[in-house]
């Protein structure tokens, strides 16, 4: 029976191609807008940790003393004493603190300019907890960080730019005015959005050189820069005993419990210290989100792309009813045909079920050259000035949903004319032939 | 033209005519949006400066100094930069207008007030109000003489005594309006800490911050006479000539590496490149919209033409009889451009509401401003336009029909 019903229906479409062309084109570029954006909303609300980012946590606290009036939210990051008391707590399963700073590198014994990459500070639980893929090497162990020892992890790229894409491991980098030893190169990790740095462009790269906290202290020593500061610090860069913002923490909690227990530790933290004076809020700015919670606050996806997936949707509303429109149409112009069907014993059901494999067909045709426009958005988007553009590719999830979606939407569409359709009285069509 | 039959006719296909109102009502309501969306984008994007734009390029370095040198490394610059043919005025600054890395204070008429009143950027540098091309409204520039070491105040602010200041300032008009409106701004003091305070001596006409996100507070700038020393965070900028420019970039690029061969040239560029960079997601964002609106357009423009082209066909019998009987073939030509100014009219007011409804969907969602009511006669105006341009077609068909049909049964 759909055999027969199918050839019927393509039968029909060849008859009015003009008609035709119009319904699939109709819901082509419906398909096509809708799931560019769709497709860039999916990517950038993605869990950039799958499996893992339940566990991990980011605590803070909010040391800024007076408080900024109506303040509700810590800032996103802490003073150096805060990261560094909660850090050493070592209350959590894994913990690594961070922060970044810009700073020179280059080969001790080469004529290459130097670069400005930016270094990321942090401790040796950093890499086991988020996964990072090493190429050559491993990260530092905890008595590196202890000894303050001269180490340091290298990207993909900066491999590549110093060294050729070698192994580069026991060579030594020159960072600023300190000779350290290379014992890591990671393989190309671009995690998308970059969830554990909180100042950064959602979708910016990666740092090139990852250092331990306690050594690129020294280092780097009058560098680092501030998120916000509210006393001006005893010297310019000079973060560490500053009143600033600009260090930051996150934590491995593989239980509720522990996260029960952290999240008191972290209040009880905040609590104590203002009644020692220094913070002036407690625990009611004390946060422990967990990653997707992070972002989530966060605001990952950005306000600009929100707004074009509503207008893509209202645009396929448009289309939908377009779709509806022409396919009452085009059922109706064929009420003597159907006449003649029901008449040799058709019934209501067959003439529907008729209908709708013709919609079908529509959205089938459409959704074909729906998912064409697609991939001509997604690289119009690839082409767009924005953090996000490396992002923009269809992926398996999002090429069946074209397809479900193109289908689906015209076969509601072909409801309504399908059911009047197949309410066509025989009789008057008979005498009107 | 009678309405009565059309209306009559059109009651009798109440699906379809359902069907086109509400395309027609939908695609009003993201047009009367998207255009206004549209044009706040291009307002934000026009959002003016106050700085000679056109004829500005900023260098920036890594840090090339240990702290104690910097200030005299700075100098050393300054003058490598100025001997350089086709330059007019160099300065150095810790930002820019729609740099994007900001520089802030909190700005407090008190010393003893608990809250700051409001915050505004601070820059510092040298040379800022000939370079940038400033224009003063009132009062006059910073004299080279009132210029202090950054370290010198940090050290004075840290031990706690108030030696050196007040120190003078220039404010942007926009602050001084808000900090002291309808007074004069000149002589008057604020606060960034409670031992930091600064004495008005000049006003600008305007000075945008490195972050205008919001429009309100996008002028709120304050210049203070601090020599930063070089360092990673101060750039140098450079004024000359606008055709004059990538020559000027090369040569200033050059000569500061002949200096020291080992620095660092982070950012070399024109300050139209700043500009456009900072406004990069407005551009994608507007011409994204455009291409919507002109999709939705295209799209209910062919879903018209494809509904006129049925009920031509279907009411051919009609046409003939009609035209049987003595119409002429401007009577059925009026015929359907009317009925189709009156759907595409109903699908207009339809629309209006829906627009609205949106208009305060995208209120509380986005922090947009509602939706002024200049911009309803815009979708109306389009969407009238589109139908007829669309019916045309069809129209013309009919009006082809002749009256010898009628006596045929189809």
Known sequence: ?433 | MELRPILATLRRHKVILWLLMLEIALSCAIICNGVFLVAQRLQHMDMPSGIAEHELVQIQQAPIAPPSDRYARAQEDLATLRAIPGVQAVGMSNQVPFGGASSNGNVMLSPTQPHRTLSAAEYFGENLVQTLGLRLVAGRDLRPDEYVDADVVIRELASGSGKGFPVPMIVSQALATRLWPQRNPLGRLVWLTPTASFRVVGVVRTLARANAYDTATAQYSMIIPLHMGADKDQSYLLRTRPQDRQRVLAAATAALKRADPTRVVTHARTYDRIRSDYFKDDHATAGMLVSVIVAVLLVTGLGIVGLASFWVAQRRRQIGIRRALGARRADILHYFQTENFLIVTFGIVLGMVLAYGISLFLMMRYELPRLPAGYFPVGALVLWGIGQLAVLGPALRAAAVPPVVATRSV
């Open chain 1, 1 to 433: 029976m759909f055999g027969y019903y199918f050839n019927l229906a393509l039968r029909s479409l060849k008859r009015n191609r003009t008609l035709t062309l119009l319904m699939v084109l109709a819901i082509a570029v419906g398909i096509g807008a809708c799931m560019t954006t769709l497709t860039v909303v999916h990517l950038l609300s993605g869990d950039p940790l799958p499996g893992k980012s339940s566990v991990l946590f980011f605590p803070q606290v909010d040391p800024e003393n007076p408080v900024v009036g109506g303040a509700t939210e810590p800032r996103p990051a802490m003073d150096y004493r805060s990261a560094m008391d909660l850090w050493s707590a070592h209350r959590a399963d894994r913990q690594a603190i961070i922060t970044s700073s810009p700073v020179k590198v280059r080969l001790p014994d080469s004529s290459q300019p130097p670069l400005m990459p930016s270094m990321l500070s942090t401790s040796a639980d950093f890499f086991p907890m988020f996964d990072v893929p090493f190429q050559y090497g491993s990260g530092w162990s905890a008595d590196d960080d202890a000894h303050h020892a001269r180490v340091a992890v290298i990207s993909a790229d900066l491999n590549q730019k110093l060294f050729g894409g070698a192994n580069s491991v026991g060579r030594i980098l020159r960072v600023r005015d300190a000779d350290m030893r290379i014992v890591g190169v990671l393989k190309p990790w671009r995690p998308s959005p970059l969830f554990y740095d909180p100042w950064s462009q959602n979708f910016s790269k990666s740092e090139d050189v990852f250092a331990p906290f306690t050594s690129s202290m020294e280092i780097n020593k009058g560098n680092f820069q501030a998120y916000t500061c509210w006393h001006v610090p005893p010297s310019m860069g000079d973060l560490q005993n500053a009143d600033c913002v600009w260090v930051w923490l996150w934590v491995e909690l593989d239980s509720p419990a522990k996260v029960r227990d952290y999240a008191r530790f972290v209040d009880d933290y905040a609590n104590t210290q203002k009644s020692l004076g220094r913070f002036a809020v407690g625990s009611e700015h004390a946060r422990l989100r967990d990653l997707m919670a992070w972002l989530t606050y966060r605001g990952q996806v950005p306000g600009d792309v929100r707004l074009q997936a509503w207008l893509a949707s209202a645009f396929l509303a448009i289309c939908l009813f377009n779709a509806v429109g022409l396919l009452l149409a085009k059922f109706l112009r064929r009420s003597g045909e159907i006449g003649v069907r029901r008449a040799l014993g058709a019934s209501r059901g067959a003439i529907f079920a008729q209908c709708l494999v013709e919609a079908g067909l529509i959205g089938l045709l459409g959704g074909f050259f729906g998912w064409l426009l697609t991939l001509v958005g997604l690289w119009l988007v690839r082409h767009q000035p924005v953090d996000y553009a490396h992002l923009a590719h269809l992926d398996a999830a999002m090429f069946t949903v074209t397809f479900v979606l193109a289908v689906g939407t015209s076969l509601l569409a072909g409801l309504i004319p399908a059911l009047r359709a197949s309410r066509v009285v025989p009789a008057w069509q008979l005498k009107a032939l």
